[in-house]
T-cell receptor, first 113, second 111 residues
Framework: DGGITQSPKYLFRKEGQNVTLSCEQN?????MYWYRQDPGQGLRLIYY???????QKGDIAEGYSVSREKKESFPLTVTSAQKNPTAFYLC????????????FGSGTRLTVV | GQQLNQSPQSMFIQEGEDVSMNCTSS?????WLWYKQEPGEGPVLLIA?????ELTSNGRLTAQFGITRKDSFLNISASIPSDVGIYFC???????????FGTGTSLTVIP
């Protein structure tokens, strides 16, 4: 079955550490997105990539970094510069020029301890 | 980014009641989508709308693309406990891939 796999489902990070969240897709979709969701709030765009080896900052990119070395993968690194990283992180994909909307992964919940 | 105003923010209803929520924007969108998110999961697409005035149903759910193209509406008829979750609207400008999301409506159904 085609889909998006986010891992791990739960992640705990000590203050000052970098952590990387994985997002892998086998939908052959061109564009991939990372969103952050805080309790009781909507989705805020962190980074997105429309083609391999290219990505753009979203609304809240500070303290995050990404790479897009292959079409199937779009990992997100939460760096120590991100002051409040505890949140639910969602990866999404969409076909090029797709109007049918995003397909989302099941999310990673990151907690700073 | 674009701001989509979604209301109400939360709803507490009795099982069997109908539900209405809406989403408005200051921009004109060419696509409107409605998603449902259950706790600890990613949003799942419910309905997609592609032209002004379009009315589309998915079971007990009905959504409409507003005539002005700046708003959209979602109705749920005869609610049941499994309707619980957060409902998000999303809109797309032009032909770009990016969608912009509303702030969500949290629905609680009381048996």
């Amino acid at each position: 079955d085609g889909g998006i796999t986010q891992s791990p489902k739960y992640l705990f990070r000590k203050e000052g550490q970098n952590v990387t969240l994985s997002c892998e897709q086998n939908l052959n979709h061109d564009a991939m997105y990372w969103y952050r969701q805080d309790p009781g709030q909507g989705l805020r765009l962190i980074y997105y990539s429309q083609i391999v080896n290219d990505f753009q900052k979203g609304d809240i990119a500070e303290g995050y970094s990404v790479s897009r070395e292959k079409k199937e993968s779009f990992p997100l690194t939460v760096t120590s510069a991100q002051k409040n990283p505890t949140a639910f992180y969602l990866c999404a994909t969409v076909r090029e020029h797709g109007r049918s909307g995003y397909t989302f992964g099941s999310g990673t919940r990151l907690t700073v301890v | 980014g674009q701001q989509l105003n979604q209301s109400p923010q939360s709803m507490f209803i009795q099982e069997g009641e109908d539900v209405s929520m809406n989403c408005t924007s200051s921009s004109i969108f060419n696509t409107w989508l409605w998603y449902k998110q259950e706790p600890g999961e990613g949003p799942v697409l419910l309905i997609a709308l592609y032209k002004a005035g379009e009315l589309t149903s998915n079971g007990r759910l009905t959504a409409q693309f507003g005539i002005t193209r700046k708003d959209s509406f979602l109705n749920i008829s005869a609610s049941i406990p499994s309707d619980v979750g957060i409902y998000f609207c999303a809109g797309q400008l032009g032909t770009g891939n990016q969608f912009y999301f509303g702030t969500g409506t949290s629905l609680t159904v009381i048996p």
